[in-house]
């Protein structure tokens, strides 16, 4: 079982930046991939990035390649979403969710995450 608490959202002008945490409880959380998900009102929750267990590979959805970064600190049990350059198109509620990798894992795909926390709301003016 593992436990997500995301922190660091807020309203935050265009061009703006935020940092994003998620800490996980328990002592397992090296074993999980890690990805941050993002949920606009009236539409799904698409993907927005995802790391392996060390931190080596990271994943990136096209609409946020080269403005945000995820990176994760196994020491703290927590994983971390940089968002520069904000636009008003990344207002969403942001969700971290954990999985456990075997086979194939579609770093991209919600349903692979076993674990979510509630979500914290990013607010992008114009």
């Known amino acids: 079982q593992v436990q997500l608490v995301e922190s660091g959202g807020g309203l935050v002008q265009a061009g703006g930046s935020l940092r994003l945490s998620c800490a996980a409880s328990g002592r397992t959380f090296s074993r999980y991939a890690m990805g941050w998900f993002r949920q606009a009102p009236g539409k799904e929750r698409d993907f927005v990035a995802a790391?392996?267990?060390?931190?080596?590979?990271?994943y990136y959805a096209d609409s946020v390649k080269n403005r945000f970064t995820i990176t994760r600190d196994n020491a703290k049990n927590t994983v971390y979403l940089q968002m520069n350059s904000l636009k008003p198109e990344d207002t969403a509620v942001y969700y971290c969710g954990a999985g456990t990798p075997s086979g194939t894992f579609d770093y991209n795909q919600h349903s692979q995450y076993d674990y979510w926390g509630q979500g914290t709301q990013v607010t992008v003016s114009s």
């Open positions: 790391i392996n267990w060390s931190g080596g590979n990271t």
